[in-house]
């Protein structure tokens, strides 16, 4: 990982098909000329946030994730449904990022982000979550977004729609 920004971060929030789904947007970004990485959140050893802990030492890797998403432009968010709602692996390391410094939205504020779902009930419930999430940090969550199921899997049509879609995008300046 460079200090160098990047065009595009592309988020793992499982090991599984969505992990696969996020290598796919990777390898559609580099047709495109854009710089990308991706990030395996299930790699992270982040403890689970607490109030209790929130004023004790950053956990160990929050702050090189921090700034690894900092240098990216844009996010696509590739995660699984969790019991109706955002993974775990995705909700605590958002949770640990919106307690760091003065302004709880300014990792997220005017970010573009695309949101994709690989889960066995389509992800619907997750999409909506997430973007609802996203949006009250400030993110600009594009309005297309990919739900997909193992009968149903993700079509590269719309993989590549999405990446058109969100490599227009410029953060907001606030």
């Not at 410094?101 to 949101?115: E, K, M, Q, T, Y």
Request: hydrophobic share 40%; with cysteine.
């Amino acid at each position: 990982m460079a200090d160098q920004p990047v065009d595009l971060l592309v988020i793992a929030a499982s090991n599984g098909e969505n992990l696969k789904l996020a290598e796919r947007f990777v390898e559609g970004a580099s047709p495109r000329g854009a710089s990308c990485e991706l990030l395996d959140l299930t790699t992270l050893n982040l403890p689970v946030f607490t109030p209790r802990i929130k004023g004790d030492t950053p956990p160990q890797g929050l702050s090189a994730l921090e700034k690894q998403l900092s240098r990216a432009q844009r996010w696509v968010i590739c995660a699984p449904e969790y019991n109706g709602s955002i993974p775990p692996v995705l909700s605590n390391a958002i949770a640990w990022l919106s307690v760091q410094g003065s302004d709880f939205r300014a990792l997220f504020n005017g970010r573009p982000v695309v949101i994709a779902s690989v889960s066995g009930s389509g992800g619907m419930e997750l999409l909506v979550s997430l973007r609802i999430q996203l949006i009250h940090l400030g993110a600009q969550v594009v309005g297309r977004q990919l739900h997909s199921t193992k009968s149903k899997p993700p079509r590269q049509e719309t993989i590549d729609d999405l990446l058109a879609r969100l490599l227009q995008l410029q953060p907001l300046t606030l």
